[in-house]
């Protein structure tokens, strides 16, 4: 009996993604933007919020280790493709361009998570809130937060754009990369 109120679940969540992917493309939007946002209002944060339990009807607990392994292996399936179809050869000869680009991308949000987190210690993760983080860990959290990319999410966007196959996307795609790793 999980089998099909896993599927059931799917197709759920397909419908959702879909739908709200044409409402982001209708507001010149991504439609991976969309199906963010669908992914939320299925969440907890949604969904889960309404009375009824209608998150448990829609995605019982017995199930959702089932709907983690099937979301990963499409998201690993997916950049697998990009990967694949990435041509390296738009990005001969800018690799220093691209080293720079990553490397910028990730010092100046490192650094000014850090220095957020000094104004934010305090109220959020001090001794008096009842964590007492050390401020050390909380700043690189917060900057290391701050620096990183979606980069499944980018992908989809030059995907969706027709631009992973151009000069400037397939740089893009190759400093978000290295910006991940």
């Given at each position: 009996?999980?089998?099909?109120?896993?599927?059931?679940?799917?197709?759920?969540?397909?419908?959702?993604?879909?739908?709200?992917?044409?409402?982001a493309?209708?507001?010149?939007?991504?439609?991976?933007?969309?199906?963010?946002?669908?992914?939320?209002?299925?969440?907890?944060?949604?969904?889960?919020?309404?009375?009824?339990?209608?998150?448990?009807?829609?995605?019982?607990?017995?199930?959702?280790?089932?709907?983690?392994?099937?979301?990963?292996?499409?998201?690993?399936?997916?950049?697998?493709?990009?990967?694949?179809?990435?041509?390296?050869?738009?990005?001969?000869?800018?690799?220093?361009?691209a080293?720079?680009?990553?490397?910028?991308?990730?010092?100046?949000?490192?650094?000014?998570?850090?220095?957020?987190?000094?104004?934010?210690?305090?109220?959020?993760?001090?001794?008096?809130?009842?964590?007492?983080?050390?401020?050390l860990?909380?700043?690189?959290?917060?900057?290391?937060?701050?620096?990183?990319?979606?980069?499944?999410?980018?992908?989809?966007?030059?995907?969706?754009?027709?631009?992973?196959?151009?000069?400037?996307?397939?740089?893009?795609?190759?400093?978000?990369?290295?910006?991940?790793?």
């Amino acid at each position: 009996h999980v089998i099909p109120r896993v599927f059931v679940a799917i197709a759920v969540v397909i419908v959702v993604a879909r739908l709200m992917g044409a409402a982001a493309r209708k507001l010149r939007q991504p439609p991976v933007v969309g199906e963010i946002i669908g992914g939320i209002a299925l969440g907890p944060t949604l969904l889960g919020a309404l009375p009824g339990g209608i998150d448990e009807i829609l995605f019982p607990t017995d199930i959702r280790p089932y709907l983690t392994v099937i979301a990963n292996l499409g998201l690993i399936i997916f950049m697998f493709i990009v990967g694949l179809e990435l041509d390296t050869t738009l990005i001969r000869g800018k690799e220093r361009v691209a080293g720079v680009i990553s490397l910028s991308s990730i010092i100046l949000p490192m650094v000014m998570g850090l220095a957020l987190s000094t104004l934010l210690y305090d109220r959020y993760a001090g001794p008096g809130t009842g964590d007492g983080i050390p401020a050390l860990p909380f700043g690189l959290f917060l900057g290391s937060a701050m620096s990183i990319t979606a980069f499944p999410v980018l992908a989809r966007i030059l995907v969706d754009r027709g631009m992973y196959r151009t000069a400037l996307g397939s740089l893009v795609l190759a400093c978000a990369a290295v910006d991940d790793i």
